[in-house]
Each structure stands twice: as C-alpha cells, then as structure tokens.
C-alpha cells in the first residue's frame, strides 16, 4: 500500500501543501469549509502526520543535539555534562548524536534540524556538507572545540596553539631538546594549531625542527601506539613527547613500554585534554587541561541566545586552558646536574 504525504492530501483536497500544513498545524487560521475538505482527505488518505508537522504548531522542540566526533570517547561527558545542566535550566532537553568523523551523518543531523526534529545543533566535528545553506536557511549551529572559519558559525574553543606551545615549553624548561610530536588529523584546523605551537615552542628555544620526530595522529590510544613504533622502528632518537590527545599519550606509554623504555625516566610524555584517564594511568599523565564543562555550558548558553533571537551574528569565544604536572615528565640527567662522568678511556 502505498503511504500518503502532504502533497497527496493536498492534491485530494484540491488545496496547496501549505493550507494542508496549515490546517493541521493552526486550525483556526484556516477556514472552515477548507478545513473540512482537508480534515476529509486526511480521513480517505490514512494520512498520519509526522513529528515534523506535530513541532510545526508549536514552533520550537525545546531539543537541541549535540554530535560529538566519536560517543565512544569519555572525553565529551563532561562536555555534555555542561551542556545539559544550562539546558536543563533554560527548559531544554539534549539530544547526543554520533558523527563517527562521516561528514555524511553530519548531514543527517542538520536535516533534523531543517526539519524542525530539534531546534539546534551543537557541532563539535571538524567537517560540514560541501552543500550546506547560507543564511537565513542555515540552521541555528554553535561550534565547540573545533573551528571552521569559513562557515562564520558562533564558537566556542580554545587557543590550541598557545596550549601546545605550554606543553613543549613545560618540556624545554625540563632540559629535552629531542621532542617528538604526535599530531592529530591533520589538515584539520584544530591539529594544525597544536602543530603550530609545537613548531613554535621549539622556535623560541631555538631549537631546529626535525620532521623525523613528527607523526600523524588521530587522537585515539592505537594511533599512539603505532606512533610511537614508527618511531623507534626508524630509530628516531628522542627524550620526551608531545601527544595531542591524551589517547594517544597513553598509547605512546604503552608501546614505549612495551619496547623496554620507561616513562618518565627515559623518555618524558605530555597529553592534551586531562581526560578521565590522565590521573588514573600509571604514572598519572601530565597534561593540558580542557575545562570541558565550561566549553559544554559556555555552547549551550550561545545556542539559547541564537534561539532567543538575542544574538545572530557570529560570535566566538576562547575558554582558556591549563598545563597540568603530574608523573610522565622529568628533567634530563644533565639537566639535573646528574650528567655521567667523562669516559676514562677518553685521551
């Protein structure tokens, strides 16, 4: 059998789609003779309405998505900590939804949005359809923790370039002057300026990069482990490390352990986030800490504003971070003053 839509009530009824949403949404703005016409059709027609025309009449679902890159990672509870807590506040309920880093299933969830089946979307992956409408057909999107300066959405992140550039400081002033970078996905932009603060931590020390130290990432524990191999399968000499995730720190910890190196008398490791797994790993893991529940508040209170018809124009704000010292880092023997005695083969 074949199911009915709008535009077959409305053929039936001898009406436009729009007097048959309209009739079913706002009764009394239609009249009466109409209304009967359409009401009859919808009786011949079986026709069921969907979510979409129940929201029509009020306007607003009260729902807001958040799409996180992977639900799988912990590091978004906290984030959707703060965003449900100032929801749950201002009368809004919270959706998760999972990009699973497709560019097509963040798609999907914008059409939810167009379709009136939530009234934002909170985006915290890099990618957006090629397609996606300008404004006023844009729907309200506020950005969190990733940047895409071409769409001129309203975001909140931090600065990832004086973040790393802490991270690497904290290992220069240890004494390490051999600092391997794992990276995340790159070209995304908030890789990129991880890299950039990394490059310019060395810069200001004056230490000479050396892209032989620099590996690709993702931001989860396999690809550190397979970081830090290609590492010492190429036999890269290096003293410390400079993760972008703090998944991919642990699974540096890992593997070099796995190799027979120790951390952090052998080699010294920094992450980047302060997951729930930084303090609980062995060593506790020293880190750049994100303060995910203010992000996750801090997008939420943008995504009511913009609901609220207070503040349409793009607006952008930086929630600063913290460099965390835990157990995964050390100075170097000679930067100690422990440096070995000269060789007495030595003439």
Request: aromatic letters at 2%.
């Given at each position: 059998m074949t199911t009915s839509t709008i535009r077959s009530v409305?053929?039936?009824?001898?009406?436009?789609?729009?007097?048959?949403s309209r009739?079913?949404?706002?009764?009394?703005?239609?009249?009466?003779?109409?209304?009967?016409?359409?009401?009859?059709?919808?009786?011949?027609?079986?026709?069921?309405?969907?979510a979409q025309a129940v929201q029509f009449r009020r306007r607003a679902t009260r729902t807001v998505i958040l799409l996180v890159r992977d639900i799988s990672n912990p590091f978004y509870l906290d984030i959707y900590k703060g965003v449900e807590e100032t929801a749950f506040a201002a009368g809004y309920r919270v959706l998760m939804g999972d990009a699973r880093n497709d560019v097509t299933r963040v798609g999907h969830y914008l059409e939810m949005?167009?379709?009136?089946?939530?009234?934002?979307?909170?985006l915290m992956t890099g990618g957006l359809p090629s397609a996606l409408p300008t404004p006023p057909a844009l729907p309200p999107i506020v950005v969190a923790l990733e940047f895409i300066p071409e769409a001129g959405l309203p975001t909140v992140t931090i600065d990832n370039r004086a973040a790393a550039r802490q991270a690497v400081d904290h290992l220069i002033g240890?004494?390490?002057?051999?600092?391997?970078?794992?990276?995340?996905?790159?070209p995304e932009v908030m890789s990129v300026g991880r890299h950039a603060g990394y490059l310019a931590g060395l810069a200001a020390a004056g230490i000479e990069p050396d892209p032989a130290l620099v590996v690709r990432g993702d931001f989860h524990l396999?690809?550190?482990?397979?970081?830090?191999?290609?590492l010492l399968d190429r036999d890269v000499g290096f003293t410390a490390l400079f993760a972008s995730s703090d998944a991919m720190a642990i699974g540096a910890i890992n593997e070099l352990r796995a190799r027979g190196r120790r951390v952090p008398e052998d080699v010294s490791v920094v992450g980047f986030d302060d997951s729930i797994f930084a303090e609980t790993c062995n060593p506790p893991l020293t880190t750049i800490r994100q303060h995910r529940r203010e992000i996750g508040s801090r997008a939420m209170e943008l995504m009511i504003e913009i609901l609220s018809g207070r503040k349409p124009q793009p607006v952008s704000i930086c929630v600063d971070v913290e460099?965390?010292?835990?157990?995964?880092?050390r100075?170097?023997?000679?930067?100690?003053?422990?440096a070995p005695p000269p060789s007495e083969e030595a003439p």
């Open positions: 409305a053929k039936y009824a001898g009406v436009s789609t729009a007097t048959v009739a079913l949404a706002r009764p009394d703005a239609v009249r009466p003779g109409t209304r009967a016409k359409v009401l009859a059709a919808v009786a011949a027609l079986d026709f069921v309405p969907n949005v167009r379709r009136r089946q939530a009234d934002g979307l909170i240890l004494g390490h002057r051999r600092i391997a970078h794992l990276t995340g996905p790159m396999a690809s550190g482990r397979a970081g830090v191999a290609e460099l965390v010292l835990r157990g995964t880092t100075p170097t023997p000679r930067h100690l003053g422990n």
